[in-house]
């Protein structure tokens, strides 16, 4: 079965610093892939996915991007970050209509 | 944009009472799935039901799935403080493409 990995946990980083999270894929071969966020008390938006390598589509215009350099890795980045960019940033891999994996996220907190 | 609008968009409720809550989506799905999650922490997968089924249960939960209203709901009967949580519809449409409603913040006081 797939696992999803991404790290870190939890990370905090001042207003204006880069960022760079980081999600792989275990057990399977070109999934699509997901990166959601999910505000305080909010629901999950869809940023990117992505059906292979390079390939990536963006749903919400933001200061954040997306690469998918190899076929199991995912990376969310931001050159500068926004205090709106904290929440909770979770990849997701899906497989087929049915299943769905998920990371167990990152929560980001912009100081 | 997100896929799937839940409404309501919160619901507090007795327990013992039945909570119900809707999704609908704008295109063409595969199947349609609803997830639970608990105060900030990861998502729980409840149920999944197929474009080409109209209800389905687990449990205390019932979900129905109305594709010519391009709609689902989520009944859970005789709720209880542990089904306190928030609430999300997720669909994966004809293409593949796996997206979240919105979903409803559901509180259960005893």
């Known amino acids: 079965s797939q696992t999803i990995h991404q790290w870190p946990a939890t990370l905090v980083q001042p207003v204006g610093s880069p960022l760079s999270l980081e999600c792989t894929v275990e057990g399977t071969s070109n999934p699509n892939l997901y990166w959601y966020r999910q505000a305080a008390g909010r629901g999950l938006q869809l940023l990117f996915y992505s059906v292979g390598i390079g390939q990536i589509s963006s749903e919400v215009p933001q200061n954040l991007s997306a690469s998918r350099p190899q076929d199991r890795q995912f990376i969310l980045s931001s050159k500068k970050l926004l205090l709106s960019d904290s929440g909770f940033y979770l990849c997701v891999g899906t497989r087929f209509s049915y299943e769905q994996y998920f990371g167990p996220g990152t929560r980001l907190t912009v100081t | 944009s997100q896929q799937g609008e839940e409404d309501p968009q919160a619901l507090s409720i007795q327990e013992g009472e039945n909570a119900t809550m809707n999704c609908s989506y704008k295109?063409?799905?595969?199947?349609l799935q609803w997830y639970r999650q608990n105060s900030g922490r990861g998502l729980v997968h409840l149920i999944l039901i197929r474009s080409n089924e109209r209800e389905k249960h687990s449990g205390r939960l019932r979900v129905t799935l109305d594709t010519s209203k391009k709609s689902s709901s989520l009944l859970i009967t005789a709720s209880r403080a542990a089904d306190t949580a928030s609430y999300f519809c997720?669909?994966?449409?004809?293409?593949?493409?796996?997206?979240f409603g919105a979903g409803t913040q559901v509180v259960v006081t005893p």
């Open positions: 295109t063409s799905i595969n199947n």
């Open positions: 997720a669909v994966t449409d004809s293409w593949g493409k796996f997206q």
